[in-house]
């Protein structure tokens, strides 16, 4: 990782930013004195008294939204930070940004993450204010406001949502969004029916909040915490839960705390030592393959160059601790109730896997957090080194002539036997065609075949769907196959399994040698060697490179702005222009 320029607080907002409270920012009308006079008549029309208007102001961002059920407790959220706020002395105020949801955003919300990270920007910088509480969840809210953040360089605090509660359906307890894939599956593969699986359906989101596995928004939070921008030990209270009241109410008195201080700002908390502590934490709780993608993109706000190759380098001493389903067993609320993510850390700390040094949310460092923390833990939940979940890193980074920039896979939620595998490929040329053929009978696949998505990918999508989960081919599910090899420049969601290789860099829409593969090539993955190569010689691809014709790009709006400025996968999927990095 390289570090880039150091950011002080407010170095984006600079000449609207003098003055606290209400006196910040204010509207250039030629006169200072009436824009201050003009903003206060507005307030008392509201109903504001003289004294409110010469508090410390801190902004909730309220990302309640009928197309997010994840963030249906968001009010509740926004009264209690509210009351945190008003407990401290300072003044709350509530503004809105895009807000969004895996399910209910065309093609992904993934192509949305960075005009998100663009509204919440924007809005740290316009309005007056001394502090802000984000209120996220659904899996790019959280990076997409702590990449604004860290742009916009204001105290901030993240609050999550929280994980949803459990269902169950005969005896069997069922959970959003990995027992959602299997039981699909099943269906596909006709060993379920209709009728069984909309029982089965109504119990897998059993309460408001995000997906209750280790998926990205369980994911995310947890960096958010590691990060220190979430009071330590929010990341896994669930969504319904008292605790999560009592702990926004701390978040707002703790954003008033920060008001008056004047920070940290989010520059004093993003250090390379922090990064390093988020790359660890993934590892060890087997979280999503989203992640490397978002953190690649916070980082590279606050000028830190991070690596595929040193997450893989980083997680190769930590294990699995956390028994968290996609890999493990449980959910979300066990993982609390065993301790929550400090009890983790301090696993890691013990064995000096974890920075303590660093600071956290609350303006302690990690060590003084850690050393306070509960002593108890759930061993079978939160295991220790020497008792881990399974051996070896979650997430593994591949390089080779398919890949030549890296790609990702969870190889703790693989079939074994896939770890070394060689066979001919079958390529679907985007997810139209994909929907078209994959379940034709016809299909001339077996189980030794290699799956092959291209035009996936941020250019080539646009955006990088969660599609990278190829389905198994119909006809092979209902002879029981339900793991095969699959590559793609997609994404997969963080609750999903099997062995699937994703963010193929660069992808197939930028010239990458997916564009380039054909039915039959031979491909070989040896995961212990780190390496995915296609097996065609250098002759033959390059005649294949001179007939490749690069896909159209967008005519206007924003989805031009993204696919002539979005950059790879393994850089975070950013906007060019965005990042703090010095090329």
């Not at 969840?137 to 953040?149: E, F, R, V, Y």
């Not at 081919?473 to 994703?502: C, E, F, H, N, Q």
Request: proline share 6%; glycine share 10%.
């Amino acid at each position: 990782m390289l570090r880039g320029k150091s950011l002080s607080c407010g170095y984006f907002v600079m000449t609207g930013r003098a003055g606290k409270g209400l006196d910040g920012r204010l509207t250039e009308y030629g006169d200072r004195g009436f824009a201050r006079f003009l903003r206060d008549a507005f307030l008392k029309a509201k109903g504001y008294g003289p004294e409110a208007l010469e508090k410390p102001v801190v902004a909730i961002c309220d990302t309640g939204s009928d197309f997010n059920p994840c963030h249906a407790t968001a009010p509740q959220l926004i009264e209690a930070i509210s009351r945190g706020v008003t407990m401290a002395g300072g003044l709350p105020m509530v503004f809105p940004t895009i807000s969004l949801h895996e399910s209910f955003s065309h093609p992904t919300s993934m192509f949305l993450r960075n005009l998100m990270s663009m509204d919440t920007e924007e809005m740290l910088k316009a309005l007056p204010m001394d502090a802000a509480v984000l209120i996220g969840g659904c899996d790019k809210t959280i990076p997409a406001q702590l990449m604004g953040a860290i742009s916009a360089n204001v105290p901030t605090l993240s609050v999550a949502v929280g994980p949803m509660l459990t269902g169950s359906r005969e005896g069997e307890r069922l959970g959003a969004c990995t027992d959602c894939r299997r039981l699909w599956g099943e269906h596909r593969a006709g060993a379920m029916d209709a009728e069984d699986l909309e029982v089965a359906q109504s119990q897998l989101m059993a309460s408001h909040g995000t997906c209750m596995v280790m998926g990205t928004a369980s994911s995310m939070a947890c960096v958010a915490e590691v990060l220190g921008f979430m009071l330590p030990g929010g990341s896994s209270i669930p969504a319904v839960h008292s605790e999560r009241w009592r702990h926004a109410e701390a978040s707002g008195r703790r954003a008033v705390e920060m008001a008056l201080a004047g920070g940290p700002c989010p520059a004093n908390l993003v250090t390379e030592a922090a990064v390093r502590n988020a790359c660890v934490t993934l590892q060890a709780l087997a979280g999503s393959t989203n992640v490397p993608i978002h953190l690649a993109a916070i980082a590279g706000r606050a000028g830190i160059r991070l690596s595929l190759d040193e997450l893989d380098r980083l997680g190769e001493p930590v294990p699995i601790l956390a028994d968290l389903k996609p890999v493990g067993r449980v959910y979300m609320q066990d993982f609390h109730a065993a301790g929550g993510l400090p009890a983790l850390l301090r696993e890691l700390a013990r064995e000096g896997l974890f920075d303590v040094e660093t600071a956290t949310a609350d303006g302690r460092s990690w060590v003084e957090v850690l050393e306070a923390w509960p002593e108890w833990r759930d061993g079978e939940v939160i295991r220790d080194l020497g008792n881990p979940v399974t051996e070896g890193n979650a997430i593994a980074v591949v390089r080779g002539s398919l890949v030549p920039d890296g790609a990702v896979i969870k190889q703790a939620a693989m079939t074994p036997a896939l770890r070394s595998h060689e066979g001919p490929a079958l390529v679907f040329d985007s997810l139209e065609d994909l929907h078209a053929r994959i379940d034709d009978p016809d299909l001339e696949v077996t189980e030794a075949h290699v799956l092959v998505l291209r035009n996936a990918g941020p250019v080539g999508a646009p955006g990088m769907p969660e599609a990278g989960l190829i389905p198994i081919p119909k006809k092979l599910a209902a002879t029981g196959v339900r793991d095969m090899v699959r590559i793609s420049d997609a994404r997969m969601s963080g609750t999903a399994y099997g062995a699937v290789v994703l963010h193929a860099a660069p992808e197939a829409a930028v010239g990458g040698p997916l564009a380039l593969v054909r039915d039959g090539d031979r491909i070989r993955l040896e995961l212990d060697e780190r390496r995915l190569d296609l097996l065609v010689d250098a002759e033959e691809l390059e005649r294949r490179r001179a007939e490749w014709v690069a896909p159209a790009t967008p005519v206007r709006g924003y989805a031009r702005l993204f696919a002539t400025t979005v950059e790879q996968a393994d850089r975070g999927c950013d906007l060019d222009f965005l990042t703090g990095l010095e090329d």
